[in-house]
Structure formats: C-alpha cells, structure tokens
C-alpha cells in the first residue's frame, strides 16, 4: 500500500491555481498596466507641450524685441543727422562707442556717404587729406578691386570699432553688392530702414545690416523723388546673431533655433542662422519630438523662426505613471488572494480527508521503522500491536502476541531488586510521561537492560483507550559505559590503572585505614634508560619495553599490591601493610630484579634500571597529593645518588630539601612567567684602549619579582629552569625585553653594543635565530647594536647547534662572545671551531691574578690565543684597582666587574670609572 497520495492528487491539492490562470492573470495586470501607462503618458506629453508652446511664444517674442532694437536705434540717429548734430567723426565714435557697449550684438557701426560720381575724386582727395593716405574706393569684400568712375557711390566713410580686420572696409562702395544695393533702392524708394543679410562686417558669424538713409535739408523729404535729390548718406549697424541670441540660448539650453528669410521661395526658405538642439538620449529616437514654427514681421524684418525640441523622459512624468501602473497589478493581487483563500479553505479540507484515510497506515509504518519497541494495548491491557523491534526484543510474534495480557508478553522487573513490576491501570497511571530503566524478561529467558514509557492512548470521544509501551534496549549501551569506564581508568599501553585513578584509589584507601594501624608504602618507579631505548631502537622498542616491565612488576611483586602507570617512564606502587616483608625489602628486590632484566629488541639488548623513591603511609591524616609529590621527591634523590638507588622519604633530608627547594622556585618562576615579573639590570664594561670600538658596552642581568616585592638574584631560580627545561622559554623573554630597552635606549646605535646572555638549552633551539630576527625587525634595533654570550660548556655540548647558531646570526650583523672561558678543558681546542668577536675569561682567574702566578699566566695566555684568532679580550670579575692596573698592563681590551661599576636597574648605567687620553691615567 502506498503511504502517501497519488502525485497527481498532491500536485493538483498543493497548486491553488493553475498555470493558465496565473497566465492570464499576469497578462491582465500587464495589459491594464500598459493601458494606464500610455492613457497617461499621452495625456503629460500634452500638457508638456502647452508649457513649451508658452515657452516658444515667449522666445519669438525676446526676439522680436531684439530686432526692433536696430530701428529704435537707427531712426533718431537719422534725425539726428538732418538737424546737423551728427556731421563730424568725433561725434560719430562717440555715439557708436556709446551704441556697440549698449547693445552688445551689434558688431559694427558706420556711416554710409552717398558720392555722386562727380564727387567721388574730391572726397577721396580730402579723405587722403584728414590721415587715410591709402584711401580709395573699391568693391565691397575686395580692397584691391576697381569700380566704375562714372556711377554714384554709398562708401564706408566712418566704421567702430576701427579694426585692422574692419579697416579694410573704410572706402567700399557698398552699392557694389548687389543685393544690397537693391536694400539701398528700397531704403530710398519707401523712406524706411532696409536689412539685408550680407556676412562681410560679421566674419563667418550669421547675421544682417540694418540701413537707415539721411538727408541734407531741415524739412524732410516727401516723396522718393526728393528723396533721391536730398540723399547724403546712411547709418549701418551690422548685427550678429550669435551674440544676440546667446543668452535666449543659455536660458534654454534644450531648444533647438532655425531662423530662415522668406524672401524668394517660400515653399525652400533660405536658412541664416541654426543653432541645433541637443541630443537627450535613446528616447528621443523613438517619443515624437516638439516643432513650433512663426512668422515673425517685425518693421522691416520679414523671417521665419523654427524651435525644435526632443521629448524627455521627465516630459512623461513617470512620477504619475508609475503608481498608476501598480494599480492593476494591486487590484489583480486582491482578487487572487481572496480567490487563493478560498481555494486553500477547500484543499485544505480534502487534505484532512486524505490524512483522515491514510493515518492508520502511516502510524503502522512509523512504528515499524523506529529503532524502539512500541506495543500498544486496549482498555483492558491486552496486546493490539507490536512492531518488529518489540517482536525481536520479547521473543512474542505479534499474531500470537495480540490478545494475550501485556504482563505476560512484556515481562518487566526492576533493574535492582528484580521484583515484577506491575503494568495494571492504578499502577502505570503513576508512570504516564515518565522515563524508568528496568529489566525486560524475553520468552526464552534473556533478560535485556531497557528504558521503559508510558503512554496514555484515548479514543475520539476522549475515552481512555488503552496503553502504548515504548521500550528502547539499552544492552549495548552499558557494555558501551563499562568498556569506557575501563578505558577512562587505565592506562591503554600496559592495561594498568592510569594516574587519575591511582590518586582515587589512594584516597579511598587512605579514608580506610586505621589509626595505629601498620604501615603501607607507597613508591614512585622510575626507567633509568628508557629515552635511550627511544632514541636508539625507536618508540615501538620503548612501548614494547613499557608492555614487559609493567608484567615483570606484576610477577615480582605480592599479591595485594595496587599497579599504576603515572607517566611516560614512571610507575606507582601502593604496597599493602600486611605484606609479609617490609616495603623497604620489597623495592630491593625490585631493583634487583630490573637490574637482571635484559630488554631485547632487533638483536639490540638493553639493561635496564630503576630508582625508586618510596614515603610510609600511616592513616587518612595524610593527603594523597603530597603523597604523591613526596614519592616524586624521594625518586629524584635516588636518581641523583647514581640510579639503581632506593631513597626513603625524610623531611630533614638534605637532599630533600634541595629537590624540594627546586620545585618551590619552579612554581614562583612558572608563576612570574605567567604574571610577566622579570626585570632586566645592566652592568658596564670599561674599554681599557682609547682606540677601542665599541666604546660602549653594557650586559644584560636578570632580576626576579617575588610576592613580597623583593628581587630573586638568578642563581636562585635558574638552576629550577634548567632543571625542568624552561630556560628556552626564559631566554625568549629576556631577548624580548631586552630589544624593547635597546629600542629605548640613548646610545649610538653604532658605538655602543649590548650582550645577552644565551643557556645551552638556547643554544641548540633550531628556531631561535627566527624569532631574533623577527623581534628586531619588531622592535626597529640594529642588529649590530646586539651581542650574545654563551657559554663555553654550552656551546661544546651542542657544537653543531652552537655553530648554526652564531652562523645564522652573525650573518646579519649580531655578534657574540664565548663566555666564562678556561673553565672547561677543551678550550683551545674548540676555540677554532667557534666564529666568535669576543673572548670573555672566566671570573677566577681574574680575581686570583694579584695572588697566584698561575691564574695570571692563564689570563696572559687566554689573551694571546684570543688576539691570534682577532677577538676582542673581556675580564669580569674586576674587583680592585691593582687587579685593573695589571689587566692593562697584560692588554685585556674591556674589563668588567663591581670595581668598574655595579649592575644598576635599566636605563643604562654609565662606567664609574672613565679613561683620559692618557692611558696610563684613571679619572673618577
């Protein structure tokens, strides 16, 4: 049977609509939408083009004002001219000075002389006379040219501004143009100014003149007869119409502006002037453009004026478009909503029908798939269900199962006392939504560990139903917590207890024990060459090792006897009180037993031994803890006497007392570590040689804060370092601290060297010379400003980390010095083999020269062997004035020592004792 509905049936319950009908709804929200958009669209267009019809008129009639200007200007200036105000040049650049600044358009100003042909030699003698020697009447455009002698002449006598571009005008014979002499004829003819648009007196710029004729007499002419017989001349202004339509232009920045003159073809009217409107994008390819056309008859003026302008997006007003479009999709959303409510209302209901049909199947498929056992029952605990799980678990199949009363099928007992535990309605009701572990008692009598719920099953009128029983077994589970348990206690390479619960153990048996009871003894057992076996036969020879003697300590020793691993090498022992020998005699025989035992691997056989270090254990008064460090103390004693040693715990021991003094200085300076309580002191070296380089030296000390605020010297705490294999981490701080102080430091950075000191666990770290490098780099100090010491049992005990070392370094410019020198027995020997720049000799010899021959010719040696291999000689210890007469007499290049000056905190102390030029002369 299938558990779910048929697809189809899902798909079509799940779908509220359609995909037609999401379709054509979509399309109808888009159709409406794009209906509204251009209805609207339409609509702003038209009234965008009432505002730039208003525009439009308001430009033509800025230019109609403008070119009215020419005869407002002209007709006075004419009268001007019959009433003889205006005859002399002085008056003439006075006005057209006065014209050309008020009317920033009109390029030129003039005055036209009319010359009949008798006339035309005297003016040209008396305009040769007034200053013009080059002075003669040509064609208009052509200053070489000739025209005829015997017809009259309208010639330039006056032009502004006088230009050497416009001087070539003075003298044209304007009625050489024709077009405009025929302006001239109509000038005459109907007594009104003319235009004409001729481009001479306006460069390449479009524009036209404006021609107003004058006349001699005080009475004006009445017709064109008189006209012609009074004519004297003409004023002329030449008008540009980029000047004069610059500002319209800049006031309408999006217009386009075409002026064409009529005149001849009105079908193909001559264009004269054209600014071309600018492009506003990909819309205006495809959205009509505005075209406003007039007639403009201004006076004499007789033009065509075309505006054209692209239609914007902002002509559209999308601001109003927009939320228009929202509403279709808006009305759409709310009918489908409602309909898709509906709808769901409906499917929602044929969905609780199916469910209703197919509950039962699926619960019997979920119980069936579940890894508990799930029984159900009736109102009379009789068995309804079971599911596989439940089948397997009590051994019941379910055809046989169903009926039978649940306590027969399900025989449940608790888990501690066994006891049936009874499964009637009164008693399960004090279960119902608990969780109980029990015992389940299968039908072939296998009992199984399981966690066991009630639950309360009703019917639909909320009748009690019966019961379901969920059981979940829990067998793997506790052997799952006994294998961890076991695992969590013991040691998984010899199967012995692990240290965690060696200390409970002890507790426990410490709690029991009585008072004035005998004694146990509890013993720390150390592997003396276990990391000899590591190193040389590997670590799988050091397990097989650690396997074999955990089994010799379990055939050596009594019964009774509680075995426990505590580390790598080391083992517990906690010896019973009632053993028939004494502890004493017991780790004895121990150690007699690993010094016989010959460790084998790969044909390499190892003797093996131990130290032991064994405390008494009296009653509960003592603490399993310092138990344990007391036997850790005791070991260590007997590993210090020579191995294969028995040391018995002893608080007055001496050495005791020294193992535990280590450890109390390993926790303060574990402490100061952590709490960063180390302070750098400096001590001076005094150059003996004027010429000496460096001038200055100075060694780093180390000082340690305690709790009381007093100062730790460092032979307190570093032989604890060097003991448990601090002093890398020691050194990596005093490294550190140090550069910070260089850093700060008012010393040349090329004549003054600071030395650190170096421990043999330093010297053999392979990444040291990294992290100098980045902590100079850190800290900004110049790598020649810095020196390390180290010493020479240092260096010859990790010879080939020594050399690495000072190679790595010194290739970057750090120096170093081979400190305490002599006091081994192989310096000579190694001194070679070591490129250092500093010899410093050891202390003794120092302070024993003044007494003993013999530390002085030590010292008078080490100072040749040092010169014959380039080193700079240091001697510490410098405790007097005769002891520094004598070194300088020897030739020790620095001295050192409390004479010369005490280790002071940092910043840096200076020598107290200086040298003059005079070397044989000290000064305080």
């Not at 003319?194 to 390449?204: K, L, Q, R, S, T």
């Not at 019964?559 to 906690?574: K, N």
């Not at 130290?611 to 260590?636: E, H, K, T």
């Not at 000390?701 to 601090?726: K, T």
Request: charged fraction near 20%; charge should be neutral; hydrophobic fraction near 45%.
């Amino acid at each position: 049977m299938n558990a779910t509905p048929p697809p189809n049936v899902a798909a079509r319950g799940d779908r509220l609509f359609s995909w037609r009908e999401i379709a054509a709804g979509l399309a109808a929200a888009l159709l409406l939408s794009l209906a509204l958009a251009t209805i609207l669209g339409w609509l702003n267009l038209n009234e965008s083009r009432r505002v730039y019809n208003t525009q439009a008129t308001s430009i033509v009639q800025l230019i109609s004002q403008r070119l009215a200007a020419d005869r407002a200007v002209l007709t006075p200036l004419s009268g001007l001219y019959q009433a003889s105000a205006l005859h002399n040049t002085h008056q003439l650049l006075s006005v057209g000075s006065t014209l050309l600044r008020s009317y920033p358009y009109f390029s030129n100003f003039a005055y036209l002389r009319w010359l009949t042909a008798d006339a035309r030699q005297p003016y040209v003698a008396q305009m040769r006379e007034r200053g013009y020697p080059q002075f003669r009447i040509h064609p208009l455009g052509e200053p070489e040219g000739i025209v005829s002698a015997d017809a009259p002449a309208l010639i330039v006598s006056f032009l502004a501004p006088l230009t050497p571009h416009n001087a070539r005008h003075l003298g044209a014979d304007l009625l050489s143009n024709p077009r405009i002499a025929k302006a001239v004829e109509y000038a005459i003819r109907s007594g009104r100014m003319a235009v004409v648009d001729v481009p001479h007196f306006n460069g390449d710029h479009p524009g036209y003149l404006a021609l107003m004729a004058t006349y001699y007499g005080f009475h004006p002419p009445r017709d064109a007869q008189q006209r012609q017989r009074q004519l004297s001349g003409m004023f002329m202004v030449s008008v540009d119409f980029p000047s004069m339509l610059d500002d319209i232009e800049i006031a309408h920045p999006r217009w386009g502006l075409s002026i064409f003159n009529p005149e001849g073809d009105t079908h193909s009217p001559r264009l004269i002037y054209r600014r071309s409107m600018p492009s506003s994008g990909m819309l205006s390819s495809w959205l009509p453009g505005y075209r406003i056309e007039r007639q403009l008859n201004v006076d004499h003026h007789r033009l065509l004026i075309r505006l054209d302008r692209h239609t914007a997006f902002s002509d559209v007003r999308p601001g109003t478009i927009v939320p228009a479009m929202l509403l279709p999709w808006m009305f759409i959303g709310a009918l489908g909503w409602v309909t898709g409510l509906r709808r769901q209302a409906r499917h929602a209901q044929q969905a609780a029908e199916r469910e209703l049909a197919h509950s039962r199947e699926q619960a019997e498929i979920a119980l069936s798939s579940i890894t508990d056992a799930v029984i159900t029952t009736d109102a009379r605990m009789r068995v309804q269900f079971m599911n596989p799980v439940a089948t397997r678990l009590t051994g019941w199949p379910m055809a046989m199962a169903i009926g039978h009363p649940l306590d027969t099928v399900a025989m449940l007992r608790d888990e501690r006392t066994h006891a049936p535990m009874s499964v009637a309605p009164e008693h399960v009701a004090t279960f119902l939504g608990k969780s109980l572990e029990g015992e389940l008692r299968a039908r072939d009598g296998r009992s199984h560990a399981v966690e066991i719920r009630f639950t309360a099953l009703t019917r639909g009128d909320d009748a009690a139903g019966g019961l379901a029983l969920v059981l979940r077994d829990l067998s793997r589970e506790r052997e799952l917590e006994d294998a961890l348990d076991y695992q969590s206690s013991r040691d998984p390479l010899t199967g012995l207890l692990n240290r965690r619960s060696f200390e409970t153990y002890l507790r426990q048996w410490l709690s029991l024990c009585q008072p004035k009871g005998s004694d146990g003894a509890l013993c720390q057992v150390d592997l003396n060459h276990f990391k000899l076996v590591n190193d040389t036969a590997g670590h799988r020879a050091g397990d097989e090792l650690l396997r074999q003697f955990a089994w010799l300590l379990d055939t050596v020793l009594p019964s009774g006897t509680v075995l426990a691993r505590l580390g790598a090498d080391e083992f517990g022992l906690l010896l019973p009180p009632n053993a028939v020998e004494p502890p004493e005699r017991i780790a004895e025989q121990l150690i007699e037993a690993a010094r016989a035992f010959d460790f084998s691997w790969e044909q390499q056989h190892f003797n093996i031994g131990v130290s032991i270090g064994l405390v008494r254990v009296a009653d509960a008064r003592q603490d399993a803890g310092d138990l344990l460090v007391m036997a850790d103390l005791a070991c260590l004693a007997a590993k210090d006497r020579g191995r294969n040693n028995l040391h018995i715990y002893d608080a007055g021991d001496k050495a005791i007392a020294h193992r535990s003094g280590q450890m109390l200085w390993l926790t303060r300076l574990q402490e100061a570590l952590h709490d960063e309580r180390f302070v750098l002191y400096t001590q001076p070296m005094l150059p003996l040689n004027a010429e000496a380089r460096p001038r200055e030296l100075h060694e780093f000390l180390l000082r340690m804060h305690l709790d009381d605020g007093s100062l730790a010297a460092p032979n307190l705490f570093i032989p604890a370092a060097e003991r448990y294999q601090l002093m890398a981490e020691l050194d990596r701080r005093i490294i550190d601290l140090a550069l910070a102080l260089v850093a700060r430091s008012a010393g040349s950075p090329h004549d003054t060297l600071y030395t650190i000191n170096l421990s043999g666990q330093s010297v053999g770290d392979p990444h040291l010379a990294g992290y100098v490098f980045e902590r100079l780099r850190h800290h900004g100090v110049n790598p020649g400003q810095i020196c390390f010491e180290i010493t020479e049992t240092a260096a010859i005990s990790n010879m080939h980390g020594a050399q690495t070392l000072i190679r790595q370094l010194r290739a970057r410019g750090v120096r170093f010095a081979l400190d305490d020198f002599g006091a081994g027995l192989s310096s000579f020997t190694y001194l070679k083999r070591l490129p250092v720049d500093f010899l410093k000799i050891e202390g003794e010899f120092v302070r024993g020269m003044l007494q003993d021959a013999t530390d002085r010719s030590l010292v008078e040696s080490f100072c040749e062997i040092g010169r014959a291999f380039g080193l700079h000689i240091i001697a510490e210890s410098v405790e007097d004035e005769a002891t520094l007469d004598l070194l300088r007499q020897i030739g020790v290049d620095y001295v050192q020592g409390f004479h010369i000056g005490r280790p002071r905190p940092a910043p840096f102390a200076a020598p107290t004792r200086m040298l003059n030029a005079d070397p044989g002369t000290s000064a305080v």
